[in-house]
């Protein structure tokens, strides 16, 4: 039966109880490619100010900001050498601080990166730290005395390929790097670095920024008896030497939590301020939920559930679901399809099918499930994955692994604005990186005029999900997750919605009660899901 109707004053006060990030829509900016605004072919910050008005409009809540500080971009900004400094590349601080301001009159609440597992070998504090043995910062990063043969402390791998120790003859000892060898991991054990990590918070919070994303913060601890990790087990995908091995003594050490404790008491004294947390590995839901757990920690985190996902079906979303339950002291998930680390979610999933036609489905899918949702610049146009040739890659990790990469750079291509204009408005110089080829076709400038287009069916879904608390904040039922079918009913104070997707190449029959329909793709109607097709309608 479904429940009585509640009225509207009840549904408002229940919502205005939540947190502003509870259920956002987040936009992903990755400021080397969304706007150049000087000509050297890589965007910077007054770049994405004077795009801001786009970004207001696709009606999203938040941006999210990939790294923009000071680094010798050995991995483009994950590689911080001054954590309270903007790389010239980017522009100042008072760029940044501008950028803040016109977010906020805009209504637009700000995240940026935070990189506390590691830093740069460029960073002051690394510089310091290897001189010798007894200076004030000699334990801030991870060193260890090589084993009697002379060999690492331990057989631990680093991500992108090979050992993750490298030799310094300064102190004639190892040090650590989960990344790259110009990436030595911070010790975290250490409350000195703590603090220090701690007061780089404060100095972004004080500037006004609405929240951190947390990068690879399951990295940011090692076990100090440098124990070798096991074989993996398992027949999971191996193309790198990280792969084979169960990774449990480098990483997802059990003081993280602990950590993260101090990272919410600084937040909690800066009202309204949001803290996600990326987490990977083979352990990552249980680690995601540690992270999050009670009031005590981070608000949310995402892992890669769809980000490495090679095909999407019912149950690998019913699945992602089923483990944030909606139970007592149980954290708030966050989603992204798309983002810096992965091929775009389109080009990896249609298959056969049209492009355009399956990113329209999928970002119905997105707006429909529980938790916070991250979109990806260019996910607004149905950017496809760009095909880069090796002369110009820019990516480490897929310049190291050719050709059996992750498509990085592909993903990170400048955003077209203006389909007639040289680089397509993105830059009056050469990009950093080519375009797609396909991609000026599909320019903010000729979508903004097309009532038909990928953008504006973007707009509308945004502004739909913004509308309705069972969208937003709801509980989720998964009511079906059969083979490419999956029916998902969402209830928040009274209203109930029922989203279904048919996500195959066949049509499939389905019963749904009376509904009002909210949003339709594909000819999809309450008794019959064309292939490709979904909805989203309000119960009677």
């Not at 036609?357 to 607004?380: C, H, K, S």
């Not at 048919?502 to 909210?518: F, H, K, Q, R, S």
């Amino acid at each position: 039966m479904m429940p009585d109707a509640v009225q509207p004053s009840t549904q408002a006060d229940s919502v205005a109880a939540l947190p502003w990030w509870h259920g956002a829509s987040i936009y992903q900016i990755y400021p080397r490619s969304f706007l150049d605004s000087n000509g050297d072919g890589i965007g910077d910050l007054k770049g994405i100010t004077q795009r801001l008005d786009h970004v207001a409009a696709l009606n999203v809540d938040a941006i999210w900001l990939s790294p923009f500080f000071t680094s010798p971009m050995q991995d483009f900004g994950y590689d911080v050498s001054d954590y309270r400094g903007v790389d010239p590349i980017f522009g100042t601080l008072d760029d940044f601080d501008a950028l803040v301001a016109r977010a906020h009159a805009l209504g637009l609440r700000i995240i940026i990166d935070q990189v506390w597992s590691h830093t740069s070998d460029q960073h002051a504090w690394f510089g310091e730290s290897r001189q010798n043995r007894r200076n004030d910062k000699a334990d801030w990063y991870v060193w260890a005395d090589p084993k009697p043969d002379g060999t690492p402390p331990s057989n631990w791998q680093s991500v992108f390929g090979g050992p993750a120790w490298t030799w310094d003859a300064r102190r004639q000892q190892y040090y650590l790097h989960n990344f790259l060898t110009s990436q030595p991991d911070l010790n975290l054990h250490n409350p000195a670095v703590q603090e220090a990590i701690l007061g780089v918070a404060r100095f972004w919070l004080e500037r006004g920024v609405d929240g951190f994303r947390i990068d690879a913060i399951n990295f940011a601890m090692h076990d100090p008896q440098l124990r070798d990790n096991p074989p993996a087990s398992g027949n999971h995908k191996r193309t790198r030497p990280f792969d084979f091995q169960n990774r449990i003594h480098n990483m997802s050490h059990p003081d993280i939590p602990l950590f993260l404790e101090r990272v919410a008491g600084v937040m909690n004294l800066y009202p309204d301020r949001f803290t996600v947390a990326e987490v990977g590995g083979d352990n990552a839901i249980a680690e995601m939920h540690e992270f999050t757990a009670g009031n005590r920690r981070l608000n949310s985190a995402y892992g890669f559930n769809f980000l490495y996902a090679e095909q999407l079906d019912a149950r690998t979303v019913a699945d992602a679901l089923a483990e944030w339950p909606d139970t007592p002291g149980t954290g708030w998930p966050s989603w992204a399809f798309s983002n810096h680390d992965a091929p775009r979610a389109a080009s990896r999933w249609h298959g056969g099918h049209d492009h355009d036609d399956y990113a329209r489905l999928i970002m119905l899918l997105l707006v429909a499930l529980r938790g916070n949702i991250f979109l990806y610049y260019g996910e607004e146009l149905g950017l496809t994955q760009a095909e880069i040739g090796f002369d110009d890659l820019q990516d480490p990790e897929a310049i190291a692994n050719w050709p059996l990469t992750l498509g990085r750079d592909g993903a990170r291509t400048p955003m077209p604005w203006v389909a007639a204009a040289p680089g397509a408005g993105f830059s009056t110089g050469k990009p950093w990186l080519p375009l797609g080829a396909d991609h000026a076709a599909r320019a903010v400038d000729v979508q903004r005029d097309d009532p038909g287009s990928m953008l504006h069916w973007t707009q509308m879904l945004m502004a739909l999900r913004r509308s309705q608390p069972a969208l937003r904040h709801g509980n989720v039922e998964v009511a079906v997750a059969q083979g490419n079918t999956l029916v998902l009913c969402r209830s928040w104070a009274g209203q109930r919605l029922v989203c279904a997707f048919n996500l195959g190449a066949e049509p499939c029959a389905v019963d749904l009660p009376a509904c009002t329909i909210l949003a339709q793709h594909g000819g999809a109607t309450p008794s019959l899901l064309p292939a490709y097709s979904g909805l989203i309608a309000r119960c009677a």
